[in-house]
């Protein structure tokens, strides 16, 4: 088991040498690949740990991603701040409208806490095209990414989505994660024998607030233009919510399979823009019906496979 | 304040007539809501489908957007209780989050057919009412098409109404909400009636959907915001009651024209989405909620 343990540590470490060596002998087609693939994982880990591992179906991912794309585009254009300070911050204001809105948000359970996540993302779409300051529906260009090579934001995104994952992973096995995994078999005896249920789920949600605000500040570093209707669309949650679901909520692995699918079915089905996501939108009905773990909850059923397990042995 | 009053006359008559249309959009979702415990987050796709399919009939004949209810009705409730049978009925009882998501999915693949047939451009259902306006006394003016919304959505729940309370699927629908076990022991094929209920309901959204295309233009991608404002209705007005459905609706229009009216027309949907969180957080289970 340790010699098992000790090879796959080794087989993570030279996964990630080649990808951060990438830059130097592959072409810019498969580093964009790899980009996209690194920024889909860390926004879907994000909602994975929501709706897999906290039961909190959000809709309102989009919320964060708006939040993030703008505090990058107003603290840097309009203050001058450095870029990187700019993407902590739009995470730290993520956070801090995460706890404004808790409060009510809290109040919320199940289907009403989906509805109630989605109906603020649409809020703020509606006051951020109807702020002067923001340039209206017009959108903000983030002027200084300009000065960024694109090495520079591809190495971003790919810490982005290695920080997710081993953030996910580390938090799973701390005494949050004992709780929630608690939470998720058995509610009412968890609360009973000490979990404090609010403060579990308060935690990832806030947490999941922060990482999605700042990557979605790295994420326009590659996108460069901001502008309201995109920002705070749910399409964002959508694609979170594909790849989760075909790789296989509540699993580590899951969000990696399912980003690493979503990248190749979509620059794959990019040749039929018309019809990309009706394929991605049936796909993923015919995911529930037939495998509703997804690939890899499918796969650690059938077995016992795990390469990330949250458990300790 | 008399002359304050006189003139909010004009939009509380609008919001009130709006509100009607409203209802009749999140009464769909209500029945689902309240019957199979599910959230048709297709709901507001459904609506707008409907729509387009009213506008394809009128392209065929040259009738009233009303008329083509006819077909439209009947087409959708085909649609509603072949959704309901083939794919959500497989996933009712494995929790929440399978139907919530299958819905979803409908919802992204309903968009999208609706992009690839009709392209992304604005459309209406054109009609000579949609243009008139009729006085109410002297001094004040209303849209003809918002009291054809109103009046149509109040014979609508009525006869729904008529429905529930009367007949015997009604009373078998009902019974399926109250306690499936029971009803299944007394020889109701509850999967059966979800399907027909669901079937009624993407039958009110034909209606809502024809409504709506009179009055306002709409686009593929317009479904997600009916979703919302009949999500907002269904909140406002409680589960398990039609006439609270309607008042919700009337609440919802009511903010949104006022709102339009103090703050300016881009706040319109802002302040229907305030009036949703408010009571979200203060009272979940609605205004009007029946026990």
């Given at each position: 088991?340790?010699?098992?343990?000790?090879?796959?540590?080794?087989?993570?470490i030279?996964?990630?040498?080649?990808?951060?060596?990438?830059?130097?002998?592959?072409?810019?087609?498969?580093?964009?690949?790899v980009?996209?693939?690194?920024?889909?994982?860390?926004?879907?880990?994000?909602?994975?740990?929501?709706?897999?591992?906290?039961?909190?179906?959000?809709?309102?991912?989009?919320?964060?991603?708006?939040?993030?794309?703008?505090?990058?585009?107003?603290?840097s254009?309009?203050?001058?701040?450095?870029?990187?300070?700019?993407?902590?911050?739009?995470?730290?204001?993520?956070?801090?409208?995460?706890?404004?809105?808790?409060?009510?948000?809290?109040?919320?359970?199940?289907?009403?806490?989906?509805?109630?996540t989605?109906?603020?993302?649409?809020?703020?779409?509606?006051?951020?095209?109807?702020?002067?300051?923001?340039?209206?529906?017009?959108?903000?260009?983030?002027?200084?990414?300009?000065?960024?090579s694109?090495?520079?934001i591809?190495?971003?995104?790919l810490?982005?989505?290695?920080?997710?994952?081993?953030?996910?992973?580390?938090?799973?096995?701390?005494?949050?994660?004992?709780?929630?995994?608690?939470?998720?078999?058995?509610?009412?005896?968890?609360?009973t024998?000490?979990?404090?249920?609010?403060?579990c789920?308060?935690?990832?949600?806030?947490?999941?607030?922060?990482?999605?605000?700042?990557?979605?500040?790295?994420?326009?570093?590659?996108?460069?233009?901001?502008?309201?209707?995109?920002?705070?669309?749910?399409?964002?949650?959508?694609?979170?919510?594909f790849?989760?679901?075909?790789?296989?909520?509540?699993?580590?692995?899951?969000?990696?399979?399912?980003?690493?699918?979503?990248?190749?079915?979509?620059?794959?089905?990019?040749?039929?823009?018309?019809?990309?996501?009706?394929?991605?939108?049936?796909?993923?009905?015919?995911?529930?019906?037939?495998a509703?773990?997804?690939?890899?909850?499918?796969?650690?059923?059938?077995l016992?496979?795990?390469?990330?397990?949250?458990?300790?042995? | 304040?008399?002359?304050?009053?006189?003139?909010?006359?004009?939009?509380?008559t609008?919001?009130?007539?709006?509100?009607?249309?409203?209802?009749?959009?999140?009464?769909?979702?209500?029945?689902?809501?309240?019957?199979?415990?599910?959230?048709?987050?297709?709901?507001?796709?459904?609506?707008?489908?409907a729509?387009?399919?009213?506008?394809?009939?009128?392209?065929?004949?040259?009738?009233?957007?009303?008329?083509?209810?006819?077909?439209?009705?009947?087409?959708?409730?085909?649609?509603?209780?072949?959704?309901?049978?083939?794919?959500?009925?497989?996933?009712?009882?494995?929790?929440?989050?399978p139907?919530?998501?299958?819905a979803?999915?409908?919802?992204?693949?309903?968009?999208?057919?609706?992009?690839?047939?009709?392209?992304?451009?604005?459309?209406?259902?054109?009609?000579?009412?949609?243009?008139?306006?009729?006085?109410?006394?002297?001094?004040?003016?209303?849209?003809?098409?918002?009291?054809?919304?109103?009046?149509?959505?109040?014979?609508?729940?009525?006869?729904?109404?008529?429905?529930?309370?009367?007949?015997?699927m009604?009373?078998?629908?009902?019974?399926?909400?109250?306690?499936?076990?029971?009803?299944?022991?007394?020889?109701?094929?509850?999967?059966?009636?979800?399907?027909?209920?669901?079937?009624?309901?993407?039958?009110?959204?034909?209606?809502?959907?024809?409504?709506?295309?009179?009055?306002?233009?709409f686009?593929?991608?317009?479904?997600?915001?009916?979703?919302?404002?009949?999500?907002?209705?269904?909140?406002?007005?409680?589960?398990?009651?039609?006439?609270?459905?309607?008042?919700?609706?009337?609440?919802?229009?009511?903010?949104?024209?006022?709102?339009?009216?103090?703050?300016?027309?881009?706040?319109?949907?802002?302040?229907?989405?305030?009036?949703?969180?408010?009571?979200?957080?203060?009272k979940?289970?609605?205004?009007?909620?029946?026990?």
């Amino acid at each position: 088991m340790e010699l098992l343990r000790s090879r796959r540590f080794i087989g993570i470490i030279l996964i990630l040498l080649g990808l951060i060596a990438l830059p130097y002998w592959a072409s810019r087609y498969w580093i964009l690949l790899v980009l996209l693939f690194s920024l889909n994982l860390a926004l879907s880990q994000m909602w994975n740990l929501l709706a897999g591992y906290s039961g909190l179906i959000s809709l309102g991912q989009q919320a964060f991603i708006g939040l993030g794309g703008y505090a990058l585009a107003v603290f840097s254009v309009y203050y001058g701040f450095p870029i990187w300070l700019s993407i902590i911050l739009g995470g730290t204001v993520s956070v801090l409208f995460a706890l404004l809105i808790s409060a009510p948000i809290f109040r919320m359970r199940g289907v009403y806490f989906a509805i109630g996540t989605w109906t603020v993302a649409e809020t703020l779409r509606i006051l951020f095209s109807n702020w002067k300051y923001v340039g209206y529906g017009m959108g903000l260009f983030v002027k200084p990414t300009y000065a960024l090579s694109f090495n520079t934001i591809y190495f971003t995104a790919l810490g982005a989505g290695v920080a997710s994952v081993a953030l996910v992973y580390f938090l799973l096995r701390s005494k949050l994660g004992l709780g929630l995994m608690a939470i998720r078999d058995e509610e009412t005896a968890s609360e009973t024998l000490g979990v404090d249920i609010f403060r579990c789920k308060l935690c990832c949600f806030l947490i999941s607030a922060g990482v999605t605000g700042a990557v979605s500040g790295v994420m326009y570093l590659h996108h460069i233009f901001i502008q309201p209707y995109s920002a705070f669309g749910i399409d964002w949650t959508v694609q979170m919510v594909f790849i989760t679901i075909i790789g296989g909520i509540g699993t580590i692995e899951g969000p990696i399979i399912g980003s690493f699918l979503y990248v190749f079915l979509h620059q794959w089905l990019s040749e039929y823009p018309n019809v990309s996501l009706l394929i991605l939108g049936s796909i993923a009905i015919g995911a529930i019906l037939i495998a509703p773990k997804g690939i890899m909850g499918t796969v650690q059923e059938k077995l016992g496979f795990e390469f990330l397990s949250p458990r300790r042995k | 304040m008399l002359s304050f009053l006189n003139e909010l006359k004009a939009p509380i008559t609008n919001g009130l007539l709006l509100g009607g249309l409203y209802g009749i959009i999140g009464i769909g979702l209500s029945m689902i809501f309240g019957i199979v415990r599910m959230v048709n987050l297709a709901h507001g796709d459904l609506v707008i489908l409907a729509s387009y399919l009213s506008l394809v009939t009128m392209t065929f004949f040259p009738i009233s957007p009303l008329l083509t209810l006819i077909v439209v009705i009947p087409v959708m409730a085909l649609i509603g209780f072949i959704v309901q049978y083939c794919l959500l009925n497989r996933v009712l009882g494995k929790g929440m989050n399978p139907p919530l998501l299958v819905a979803f999915g409908l919802s992204i693949i309903l968009q999208n057919l609706l992009l690839l047939v009709f392209t992304p451009d604005a459309r209406t259902l054109m009609t000579s009412i949609s243009v008139k306006t009729i006085s109410l006394g002297s001094f004040l003016n209303i849209p003809l098409v918002y009291l054809v919304d109103f009046i149509v959505s109040l014979i609508t729940i009525a006869l729904l109404s008529r429905f529930f309370n009367r007949t015997y699927m009604g009373k078998a629908i009902r019974a399926a909400s109250d306690d499936e076990g029971a009803a299944q022991l007394m020889g109701i094929n509850t999967r059966t009636i979800y399907s027909f209920a669901m079937g009624i309901a993407t039958g009110t959204a034909a209606i809502a959907g024809v409504l709506v295309g009179m009055t306002f233009t709409f686009y593929p991608h317009t479904g997600p915001e009916y979703l919302i404002i009949a999500f907002g209705v269904v909140i406002v007005g409680g589960l398990g009651s039609l006439l609270g459905t309607f008042l919700g609706g009337l609440i919802l229009g009511l903010a949104q024209i006022l709102g339009a009216h103090f703050l300016g027309a881009g706040f319109q949907l802002l302040c229907g989405y305030l009036i949703l969180l408010i009571v979200l957080t203060f009272k979940p289970t609605g205004l009007f909620a029946k026990g």
